[in-house]
Each structure stands twice: as C-alpha cells, then as structure tokens.
C-alpha cells in the first residue's frame, strides 16, 4: 500500500517562495514516476509539473515554467516542488500523485494515469 504525504503549504506574499515535500511510504520509491497538480474549489484539479523515475526528465505547466522546479531524492523517498516567484493565482490546494513507471524516463501530465495521491496541502499567496 502506497502512502503519499505533503508538507510545505502555507501563506505566503505575492514575490516569495515555498517549497512543498511529498514523502512516499510502503513501496520503492525509485519505481515511481511523480507528479504535482493543483485545485481550486469549484475547478477541475490540474497540472503542475512531473518528474520521471529517475529524476531525469521533468515537464511543467506553462502557467509555472520557469518558477516553479521540480525534484526528487530517492534516497530520502521524497519529491520537492520549489516555488518560485509566487502569484495569487498560484493559490490551491497542491496534491502529489505518484504511478508505477516502467520506462525510468517517462513522465505523465494527465491526473487518470496515477494511482495515488496525497492529502493535499493548501498554498495560500496573498497580494
């Protein structure tokens, strides 16, 4: 039985930074492809960025390339997202989901292609 577990959220001001952890427990964690998404109540939950099993390919939204990061350390069992440049649109409840990957390269953007998912831990950027 995997286990998904976030941390990081909180609020933050328009500009700042947060970094959010999703610790994985009860598998190998390295045989896990991992993504990010996010939800606003009332909308469908989106992506925000992947990253392969090994960690050497990652994808990211638009609305978040180029200040938000991805990352993994399979030493550790956990997957980082490092947010940069914060905006009050960035304000969602942020989930990590996590699906078993053959290929270590492959990385996935459509919500229905994982099988689990974390609690969800709220980010909140104030203007």
């Known amino acids: 039985q995997v286990q998904l577990v976030e941390s990081g959220g909180g609020l933050v001001q328009a500009g700042g930074s947060l970094r959010l952890s999703c610790a994985l427990a009860?598998?190998?964690?390295?045989?896990?492809?991992m993504g990010w998404f996010r939800q606003i109540p009332g909308k469908e939950r989106e992506f925000v960025a992947a990253?392969?099993?090994?960690?050497?390919?990652?994808a990211y939204a638009d609305s978040v390339k180029g200040r938000f990061t991805i990352s993994r350390d399979n030493a550790k069992n956990t997957v980082y997202l490092q947010m940069n440049s914060l905006k009050p649109e960035d304000t969602a409840v942020y989930y990590c989901?996590?699906?078993?990957?053959?290929?270590?390269?492959?990385?996935?953007?459509?919500?229905?292609?994982?099988?689990?998912w974390g609690q969800g831990t709220q980010v909140t950027v104030s203007s």
């Open positions: 989901a996590a699906r078993i990957a053959t290929y270590s390269i492959g990385i996935y953007r459509e919500k229905y292609l994982y099988n689990y």
């Open positions: 009860g598998q190998t964690f390295s045989s896990y492809a």
């Open positions: 990253i392969s099993r090994s960690g050497s390919t990652t």
